[in-house]
């Protein structure tokens, strides 16, 4: 009795479990007692099968005697009571009454979380006990829940702490002689009336409803397969599944408790505290009778009943038998819901007496041409014995009845004492209400029942449940105010009142003395024809144990049929109908329709109509006639379904950015770096047509081109392996699919499931067999599938509602919902289109402003009811395709010229035939319109087809139009008229070509019959006209059936300009047209615009004045609509269509036109020209834009064009799919403004899947939810172009992962190279490592030839020539328009935070099998004279990083960055700890050197800033931070620069000093370190031919291979920087000094670099910008060997987030970026300038780097005379070249002895710049002089010190700073001229 939910820890004590074992081991007769740990967890439960489903509240009662299955009642002997207790029946022990009676008015308190039940003690049956239990020991209303043992009180004499049930039972006196057992014996909720008595409520629900009755047939009637019962036994069998309608319908109002959530285990199951009583059913075959096919299967069961805990015996099957032969043998068995026959075993229930039965008469269909349908309601139906076959039994009114009394578990929080459910008078008094308002043709709805029953009990409950949300009593108070209850004496005079309102439609009975005597009443009215006008009849009456009982009896020819159509299958009603049409059953039928012509015989006035028709030609035959002339054609014809439209690529990147969140959500289930191909199997339903349909879309979608698949798919044939239909022969594809995904691993495969409504069914529930059912279930859910980490589903459907359940496996996340194209009358993505699906359709019956195009047809109607009434035993479906076929019949004969005959058919359907006929003959090129029939039976759809055809062929027709059959099973045939004007249209050239689909029928005139259970997404063309949907079931009223059927009618609606050969606008549909301003003389010379009159909604109609014509002038079809029982005259005659000469009028469909011609083959001599015009225009392209015209059957046009409480369609309130149900009655309404997401949330909320639903199996085990994270949905309105947009995104998918595997590389040529230079080749082709000697005799190359330099300032050279043109391009447009190159990664790259796969995850510290990685904070202090102050870092250390460090102790403090020797050599090492700097670039950048390093074990740090600690800590756990100073927030590259290489140098001195202690020489210590940029991504490697010195090709190598090449160098100490060329694809072509292996030159990006030999020459900290290059020319100037290995490349990826470059200069007042000019950088000291937030040294370097052209006049553009720049280099532009020099002793300069120059700059000169070294240099007079100092008390001393104003002319105005407030220490500089 405990939950479903496998695997979930109970919520108990262990103790109660530890009770509840010790007492089932000790009641045991088995060896091995159930484990007591087990208990602790749910069992998961078994579904039972249908065969033992139905069983009595009696036969439960035995059940549970028996302690095994196949073992006798074990006798149970009572326990001695005490001496001296009470031992009288009804009180306790301690001789306290305790039955209700007696209790019922006491004040009881009961303890918090007791419930009040009453229990039954078989010596006093007629009395209840009072008894207080612990709730959590007591079911839900599901049966759920509830915990093993017991925990009681006596309400008597208030004893507590029973922990038995045993010991409980022997104090109450239940005297029992069997095994006491709560489930027994406890049998109803007790609870308080109005007037705070005690009163019986419903039974407790012991059985979980998951044990009782599952269907094995698709749900029926209304919804419930779950109320049909034949009986020929004693007892009927009692099938109650709750399904689609049998669930309570949606509430008009709100809870006012507020919003209601679902219990805590929701199952799919009914809803109610009860489950209804049920016999288990013995099985025997059924005889077929009375006309009724025996297609459906009989059960057979010979051996003993599989029933849990039954005891069964030869003896048993006996007796049963025995029973079984009392029953008439000359009756079919009586059948369950799903349509199987069972046959009842005989017993009689203790509460009816014996010999209470009712006999069903002989021959009742035959008499009453009806068969009754009877629904339980309360109380026991008696037996039905006799013609059972005739009668069916429904539980549907029962189940509604028990979920109106299931209360929401909201109200059970306040106490034993709940809101009192509805009564049993106020249920059956609100049904015959609701019976009374039902008209003569509506079938009753059970949701619409149980709506009004909720909204009954709110507003009757209202004051109550506000009296519950303020107090919680434990008595409800006596409320004033309220409505007495309605008494049984109250109940028959109220229900005969409001019956009499509709006369004798409704007849209630409450005489009889029993339900027996009711239906024996019924019985012999019915016989004696007194119920003729009788649709229901409401039996009443009081049983013997005085509780009123009662049932309903359906006697109306029209709702005994729909409900017994509806409590069959859809499968099964199928197969009545095939044996129906194959067995001659409808001969009678169709010779009846056969004599309804004016001579009685039809075929006779067919074969007159076709010898008149070999007289005349058609417009076909003649021009096929005419051999010579030429055939005009039409221009306007072209397909469009090959279009690809931007709404579609815009869900395509929906769908991408889906599949990109999973994998960059942290549960890794989706590794898209991983994959470097993408493939992709589409499954459809088994529909040929579909199958073809996908082909022709994949083919001409470039789809397999962009997937690099197109040379493997060179014909249509072959594209066939990438679609599959879920038929048998898709598990060899599936299979395939699974093997290739495994071989595969990076490769990822994308399963799409169109049309994924269609098999819901489990694979286990379907019970295998060959059955298709089940299918997609094994194929697409199975486990290879679900665990495949490289298969991604996607489901595509029209209609998702049964895939949002509450056991759905697609995660609302991962839903896509097609976007809204239009938004407050805007077109979103510009299409001109707009979709015109069910709600355009539904809107179009309200708006008034012409026919609507959603239509029912009241002639065919009324005709259908007519001669259903004549034929009771046919299946309504065989009639009505029969009543059809007639239409269409005598409509062929009356265009044909026999005008006599249009009184037999209906104006709707002669209007579809003209039309059909006559658009074929306003073309030249035979364009036309395309008719669909829709016949959901293949039998009948064969039979529609042949009829057709025969009888357009003895008409002449057959050159006309083509009747074409639409059988999901086998592929379209057309004759070869049709086949050769298709070729023509399409220009194919094949001539074995023919169509596959529908599309590829564009207008060609035909009638499609359009067969199936159901359509199969078949997509129709834009030639679709008609759609008739008059023979589809009504009986099957779920959202999903409805809107799928009308789903064939959705069209895009084109929205292009307006037609000049039109008279009205062709957007008239989409934007409609104002009937004032047509012309009516336009609209009255149309010649037969048939679809002028039905196709727009919002356009006016042809022929009608601009004024609202008079009532009469309305059009026949509009009358049917508006005034189905109003008569209707004939239409005029019409024209025949064989002869073209014949004018059509538009009278032929509109009546008012008609009136107002005086001839129909005249008209004005102004609109004669306009009409000729129109006739010679195809109509097929005058239509193409507009939507199709739908007929439905009455009851669902009903259904669809009425609205709930909350305005929208009540189709949206019915059940969404047969295989799901509702989860709770108390749910609110859909409202009208939810969003799509909105009410996907409230199906997954308020719906279950049934067991045979694939999803049922699907439950959460101890988890919230239990999505598939690799699943994904797309939905949207049916023929939207779904099938476009995912084909759409399995080519971006493709481009992206492509996309992923390339990166974006800096493809540039080096920058100011001279071919002048001389050819000296230095060192030898092929030489491996550089030589010193060598590399020293090298002149080192002061030119940038580093393409991101392009915008800088030359640095002058002896060697340089420049070009003349020069670059005015300035470096922010040189960073915005490099050129990059797109190159796939190789297995050495580097990534980004978004790489995740499995080698690196443990690398990266995401590999959710290890603990996440901690880290320590450590400080590491030192000094420094340039800083003056002590500088403390901070490192965060990972565990498992410490061994990089050396610490005082374990876990102590941070002595130094441990450090190899140069002689060490490991060839998986790397010796250089490699530091990244980095800012903004915590998920870009490049950090992941996991694969670079292929491997090798190496030491990275990055560099970060203080304030992004934290989020570089999260996106890196596993990697070691160095956290720079906060004074270092705002600072540049070059502070970064200068930390890194001074803590080096200082953790050197720190390990020389560790390293002398353990006996290693101070020298030896490795002295090298990295500095790498971070979005360095690959390294290559230069092949070059050691012989011929040639250069080969670049490959792709690891970082590793590269730094050990490097480190292995000889005399490698020796050199102070080391570096590596940038990667360009034109290197090759360069001349001069590139060719050389090594050279001299500056260093960029990725250093290796000497912090020994570099001690003395620092990084300036200061820098923002060209750092790198300053270092350089001092590193030079210092005498230190710099090296690059032009054999090796480095490859940077182009990053454009974060990074160094992004610091914006914004103003200090309000902290917002700004335009700022440059020439705003600086200002005048102690002036009132804007001052700006951006650092001092910053706002220097970007002024200098615009205006130094006009700083320094003689400089700019003038190379020979550059700017002389003293200690370091400052960019100033690209018009001015600077010229370096060094100051220190001993320096390397170049010669300047006889250069001029323009300019001097003295940055922050130091004491080596004296007056003396300044006067070696001269310069031109006028040369400006620029001094920059950090305060203006320096800058005075450095003009004095060097003697400055002795050369210099200075002026008061050319002192400046830079635009900084005080407090942020602004630069000074002051600027004067040459004298």
């Not at 039976?937 to 057709?948: F, G």
């Amino acid at each position: 009795m405990g939950n479903s939910y496998a695997g979930q820890l109970r919520t108990t004590r262990f103790e109660e479990v530890l009770h509840s074992s010790i007492e089932a081991s000790l009641r045991s007769n088995t060896v091995v007692p159930r484990p007591v740990f087990s208990q602790l967890y749910l069992e998961a439960e078994n579904h039972p099968t249908s065969q033992n489903a139905g069983r009595t509240e009696n036969e439960e009662d035995e059940e549970e005697d028996g302690s095994e299955s196949n073992s006798p009642p074990i006798l149970y002997q009572m326990k001695t009571p005490p001496e001296g207790s009470c031992t009288t029946d009804g009180f306790c022990q301690a001789g306290k009454d305790l039955r209700l009676g007696s209790m019922a008015t006491d004040s009881l308190e009961v303890p918090p979380g007791f419930l009040l039940v009453g229990a039954k003690s078989p010596s006093i049956p007629d009395h209840i006990l009072v008894c207080a239990v612990d709730r959590r020991f007591i079911p839900d209303e599901r049966g759920h829940n509830a915990l093993l043992g017991f925990a009681g009180n006596c309400m008597g004499c208030g004893e507590k702490g029973f922990r038995y049930f045993t010991e409980f039972s022997h104090h109450i006196n239940l005297k029992l002689t069997t095994q006491p057992k709560k489930q027994k014996h406890l049998k109803h909720y007790l609870l308080r009336n109005a007037q705070g008595q005690l009163v019986k409520g419903p039974l407790i629900c012991w059985k979980g409803i998951d044990n009782r009755v599952r269907q094995t047939g698709p749900v029926g009637f209304t919804g419930a397969n779950g109320g049909e019962d034949h009986l020929n036994g004693p007892h009927p069998t009692e099938t109650h599944t709750a399904s689609g309608h049998s669930a309570l319908s949606t509430a008009n109002c709100t809870d006012p408790v507020g919003p209601l959530h679902l219990p805590e285990n929701p199952h799919a199951l009914t809803n109610g505290n009860h489950c209804p009583p049920s016999q288990q059913a013995l099985q025997q075959p059924g005889v077929a009778s009375h006309g009724r096919p025996s297609v459906i299967g009989t059960i057979t069961n010979a051996g003993p009943p599989k029933k849990r805990h039954k005891g069964w015996s030869p003896e048993s099957s006996k007796a049963n038998d025995a029973a079984a032969k009392a029953v008439s043998t000359a009756t079919t068995g009586p059948r369950s819901d799903n349509g199987v026959p069972v046959s009842v075993s005989q017993g009689s229930p203790p509460t009816l007496a014996s010999g209470e039965s009712v006999t069903v008469p002989e021959n009742l269909v035959q008499t009453c041409k009806l068969q009754p349908v009877i629904f339980k309601g309360h109380g026991n139906l008696p037996v039905l014995c006799g013609n059972t076959a005739e009668v069916q039994v429904s539980a549907l009114l029962q189940a509604c009845y028990r979920n109106s009394q299931a209360l929401p578990r909201v109200y059970e929080q306040y106490g034993a004492a709940p809101i009192q459910p509805l009564s049993t008078e106020m249920q059956i008094l609100l049904t015959v209400y609701y019976l009374v308002q039902l008209g003569s043709h509506q079938m009753p709805l059970m949701e619409d029942l149980e709506q009004i029953f909720m909204r009954s009990w709110r507003e009757s409950h209202l004051t109550e449940i506000r009296q519950y949300q303020q107090t919680r009593p434990q008595i409800p108070p006596q409320l004033p105010g309220l409505a007495q209850p309605l008494t049984p004496s109250q109940l028959p005079w109220l229900a005969r009142l409001a019956a009499s309102s509709c006369g004798d439609g409704v007849l209630v009975l409450d005489t009889a003395a029993s339900l027996a005597d009711g239906l024996r009443v019924t019985f012999q009215r019915l016989v004696d024809g007194k119920l003729a006008q009788t649709n229901y009849v409401v039996i009443i009456c009081m049983g013997k144990s005085q509780d009123i009982e009662s049932c309903v009896v359906v006697t109306g020819k029209h709702q005994t049929r729909a409900l017994a159509e509806s409590m069959l299958s859809p499968g099964d009603n199928l197969k009545a109908i095939s044996y129906e049409v194959y067995s001659g059953m409808t001969t009678e039928l169709r010779a009846y329709f056969n004599s309804l012509g004016p001579d009685g015989d039809m075929e006779s006035l067919l074969e007159k109509a076709s010898a008149e028709s070999s007289g005349h030609f058609s417009l076909s035959s003649s021009q096929e006639s005419v051999g010579d002339s030429p055939k005009p054609t039409c221009s306007e014809y072209h397909a469009e379904w090959h279009e690809i439209r931007a709404i579609q690529l815009a869900v395509a990147r929906k769908l991408l950015s889906h599949v990109c969140a999973i994998a960059d959500s942290s549960t890794q289930n989706l590794d898209l770096g991983s994959f470097d191909k993408v493939e992709f199997l589409i499954c459809v339903p088994p529909s040929e047509v579909t199958f073809q349909q996908i082909i022709l879309h994949l083919w001409n979608s470039g789809v397999l081109h962009e997937l690099g698949l197109d040379q493997e798919c060179l014909s249509l044939k072959q594209v066939e392996q990438y679609v599959v239909k879920l038929d048998q022969d898709a598990v060899e594809k599936i299979d395939s699919l699974i093997q290739k995904s495994k071989m595969n691993p990076y490769t990822l495969y994308i399963l799409v499931h169109d049309h994924a409504h269609w098999d819901l069914s489990s694979a286990h529930y379907s019970g295998g067999g060959g059955s298709r059912e089940g299918l997609v279930d094994s194929l697409l859910n199975c486990r290879q599938i679900r665990d495949a980490p490289n298969i991604l589903t996607l489901h595509v459907t029209s209609f998702p509602f049964a895939l949002q359940t509450q056991y759905t496996r697609v995660s609302p996340y991962n839903e896509i919902h097609w976007p809204s194209t239009f938004n407050n009358d805007v077109d979103l993505y510009n299409e001109k289109t707009k979709y015109f699906g069910i709600s355009e359709l539904l809107d179009s019956t309200h708006t008034g402003a012409g026919l609507p195009l959603l239509r029912f047809d009241s002639s065919f109607e009324n005709m259908a009811a007519a001669v259903e009434d004549r034929f009771p035993k046919l299946h309504s479906a065989v009639i009505r395709t029969h009543i059809l076929l007639q239409h269409y019949s005598v409509a062929l004969m009356v265009a044909s010229g026999q005008s006599h005959l249009q009184k037999h058919t209906s104006v709707e359907t002669l209007e579809i035939v003209q039309c059909l006929l006559s658009s074929a003959q306003r073309c030249p090129s035979n364009h036309g319109h395309m008719v669909l029939l829709r016949v959901p039976s293949p039998a009948l759809a064969l039979v529609t087809q042949q009829r057709l055809t025969h009888v357009r062929d003895k008409l002449g027709l057959q050159n006309q139009f083509e009747v074409v059959l639409g059988n999901p099973t086998s592929a379209l045939s057309l004759g070869k008229h049709f086949l050769d004007q298709l070729k023509v249209w399409l220009k194919v050239q094949d001539p074995d070509w023919t169509p596959r689909t529908y599309l590829e029928l564009e207008a060609l005139p035909c009638i499609l019959i359009l067969t199936g259970m159901e359509p199969l997404g078949e997509s129709l063309p834009r030639s679709l006209k008609y759609c008739d949907l008059r023979v589809i079931s009504s009986a099957f009223l779920q959202r999903t059936p409805l809107e799928q059927e009308l789903g064939l009618a959705a069209y895009l609606v084109k929205a292009g300009a307006r037609d000049p050969h039109d008279p009205r606008d062709p957007r008239a549909a989409t934007t409609g047209s104002d009937l004032s301003e047509s012309d009516p003389e336009k609209l009255c010379s149309t010649d037969n615009e048939e679809e002028e009159v039905v196709v727009d909604v919002n356009s006016d109609l042809p022929g009608l004045d601009p004024s609202p014509p008079p009532a009469s002038q309305h059009s026949q079809s509009d009358g049917s609509i508006l005034d189905p029982e109003k008569p209707q005259p004939p239409p005029q005659l019409p024209p025949d269509p064989r002869d073209p000469t014949r004018a059509a009028p538009a009278a032929t469909t509109d009546p008012s036109t008609a009136q107002r011609r005086p001839s129909k083959s005249t008209s004005s001599g102004s609109s004669s020209t306009r009409a000729s015009t129109l006739r010679q225009r195809c109509s097929w392209a005058r239509n193409r834009s507009r939507p199709p015209v739908v007929l439905l059957p009455r009851a669902a046009y009903e259904v669809l064009t009425a609205l709930d409480a909350s305005g929208l369609p009540k189709s949206t309130s019915l059940l969404p799919h047969a295989a799901v149900e509702w989860a709770s009655s108390f749910r609110p309404l859909l409202s009208k403004i939810m969003t799509c997401t909105e009410q996907s949330l409230y199906y997954r909320q308020w719906t279950v899947p049934r067991p045979n639903h694939m999803d049922s199996s699907n439950r959460a085990e101890g988890r919230a939810d239990n999505f598939h994270p690799r699943r994904l949905l797309l939905s949207g309105p049916p023929q939207v172009g779904k099938t476009g947009a995912y084909l759409q995104f399995l080519g971006i998918l493709s481009r992206m992962l492509i996309r992923l595997m390339q990166v974006d590389i800096y493809d540039e040529e080096d920058i100011n190279c001279s071919d002048k230079l001389p050819l000296v080749q230095y060192h030898q082709a092929g030489v491996t490592w550089p030589s010193t000697d060598i590399l020293r005799s090298m002149s080192f190359d002061y030119t940038i030839h580093d393409p991101k330099y392009e915008g800088i300032s030359l640095i002058y050279s002896t060697e340089h020539t420049p070009a003349e043109e020069g670059n005015p391009r300035r470096q922010e447009d040189v960073y915005l328009r490099r050129r990059t190159s797109r190159i796939k990664l190789s297995k050495y790259a580097a990534y980004n935070t978004y790489h995740h796969c499995e080698q690196c995850h443990q690398y990266m510290g995401f590999n959710p099998r290890y603990q996440l990685y901690e880290s320590t904070l450590h400080t590491f202090t030192f000094s420094h004279l340039l800083l003056g102050e002590e500088i403390q870092l901070y490192f965060i250390i990972p565990k498992s990083k410490e061994h990089h460090f050396a610490f005082s102790q374990p876990g102590g403090q941070l002595e130094s960055l441990r450090l190899p020797l140069a002689s060490d050599w490991n060839p998986d090492c790397i010796k250089s700890p490699i530091f990244t700097p980095t800012t903004g670039r915590h998920e870009h950048g490049l950090f992941n050197l996991y694969h670079a390093m292929d491997g090798a074990a190496h030491l990275h740090i990055l560099v970060i800033k203080e304030y992004e600690m934290a989020v570089y800590k999260k996106y890196w756990p596993n990697h070691i931070m160095l956290v720079l100073p906060t004074t270092f927030n705002g600072a540049g590259i070059g502070a970064a620069h200068f930390l890194i290489k001074e803590l080096s140098y200082h953790n050197l001195e720190l390990e020389r000093s560790r390293r002398v202690e353990h006996g290693s020489r101070a020298q030896d210590v490795w002295p090298f370190i990295i500095l790498a940029d971070d979005s360095c991504v690959m390294w290559n490697a230069l092949d070059v031919d050691p012989k011929s010195g040639s250069k080969g090709t670049e490959r792709n190598v690891s970082l590793k291979q590269v730094l050990q090449h490097m480190e292995s160098s000889a005399d490698i100490t020796q050199y102070g920087l080391c570096g590596l060329r940038k990667w360009s694809s034109r290197y090759g072509n360069q001349t001069g000094r590139h060719r050389e292996p090594f050279s001299r030159g500056h260093l960029h990006d990725f250093l290796l670099l000497n912090v020994d030999l570099t001690q003395n020459v620092q990084y300036n900290q200061n820098r923002f910008t060209c750092d790198d290059v300053d270092f350089n020319l001092r590193a030079h100037s210092a005498g230190l060997l710099v090296c690059r290995f032009n054999n090796f490349s480095v490859m940077k990826k182009q990053i454009t987030i974060g990074g160094y470059r992004t610091f914006i200069v914004k103003t200090k007042m309000t902290d917002v970026p700004t335009t700022v000019q440059p020439s705003q950088y600086i200002c005048a000291p102690d002036s009132k300038h804007t001052f700006l937030s951006t650092p001092a040294q910053l706002l220097l370097e970007k002024y200098l780097q615009h205006t130094s052209h006009k700083l320094f006049p003689l400089s700019a553009h003038c190379y020979s005379h550059p700017v002389l720049s003293v200690d370091c280099y400052l960019n100033l532009g690209p018009e001015v070249t600077v010229c370096f020099v060094s100051s220190r002793p001993h320096s390397i300069n170049l010669s300047t002895t006889d250069l001029l120059f323009g300019g001097l700059l003295l940055y922050f000169c130091d004491s080596f710049v004296t007056p003396g070294f300044l006067k070696k240099f001269h310069f031109l007079q006028g040369a400006t002089l620029c001094v920059i100092c950090p305060n203006r008390s320096s800058l005075r001393q450095t003009v004095v010190r060097l003697e400055l104003e002795d050369e210099w002319r200075f002026r008061l105005s050319d002192e400046f700073q830079t635009a900084n407030a005080k407090e942020d220490q602004p630069l000074f500089f002051l600027t004067g001229k040459h004298i």
